[in-house]
């Protein structure tokens, strides 16, 4: 259960966790349909850190967790994170190319005053077939192979999710980079409007579209109140 109550909501406590369990506690595979390969995520000893590796080879899964975190009450997102490598194909812009070393992405709660009938239908439509409803939108916090810091495009495959590009290119392979962000600043620039309560925090690497390979390392992921 996650505490509302304090100055900081500890999302992915990695540090914590114990290299011998499978996965950390509260976070599960997300696998998609029509995507056999999987990448493969460990709890790793990583620089004197208890962290997540991310190992993809034409594979594409994430790791995520469910949470209800109110925005306004904690707006900022804080991470760290580590590539090996870049995609050469990985390309924002293009299906084929919609790829990326590493990515963090938050999925939002469907407020239904928002949605029009035909929308409202499909909901309803989803909750029918998976027991419950999809998220209204998402953004994507991903490391580039190029692109210009800070650009905000719709993913290539929908408009419902959005992607931010946070770090770009190859000078920062292999070190550790600690990332900011404020969510409702985002969501807002996004989709130009205030966002809904955040429904879950995933991380994932993947290579199914470039058939390329890509190791990652994700260390603890925090929300915080107060602005950045």
Excluded: C
Aim: proline share 4%; glycine share 6%.
């Amino acid at each position: 259960m996650l505490a509302q109550g304090s100055e900081v909501i500890d999302v992915g406590k990695f540090s914590a966790a114990d290299v011998s369990q499978s996965l950390p506690l509260e976070w599960k595979p997300l696998y998609f349909k029509k995507i056999e390969r999987h990448t493969v995520y460990t709890l790793v000893s990583e620089d004197s850190m208890t962290v997540i590796r991310a190992v993809a080879d034409a594979s594409a899964s994430g790791l995520t967790r469910e949470v209800r975190i109110n925005p306004k009450q904690y707006p900022v997102i804080q991470w760290q994170w580590k590539i090996t490598n870049l995609l050469n194909k990985s390309d924002v812009y293009k299906k084929e190319g919609d790829d990326y070393s590493a990515r963090v992405y938050i999925t939002f709660e469907v407020d239904r005053n928002r949605l029009n009938f035909f929308e409202q239908l499909k909901h309803e439509a989803v909750k029918l077939l998976y027991g419950k409803y999809p998220p209204l939108a998402a953004i994507n916090y991903i490391w580039a192979a190029k692109g210009s810091k800070g650009l905000v495009v719709p993913n290539s495959y929908t408009d419902k999710a959005m992607m931010i590009i946070v770090e770009s290119g190859e000078e920062k392979l292999n070190q550790w980079v600690s990332e900011e962000r404020n969510v409702t600043e985002d969501y807002q620039l996004a989709f130009e409007q205030d966002p809904p309560m955040i429904s879950g925090v995933a991380i994932m690497t993947d290579t199914d579209n470039t058939g390329e390979s890509a190791t990652a390392y994700y260390g603890d992921i925090l929300f915080k109140q107060g602005g950045n």
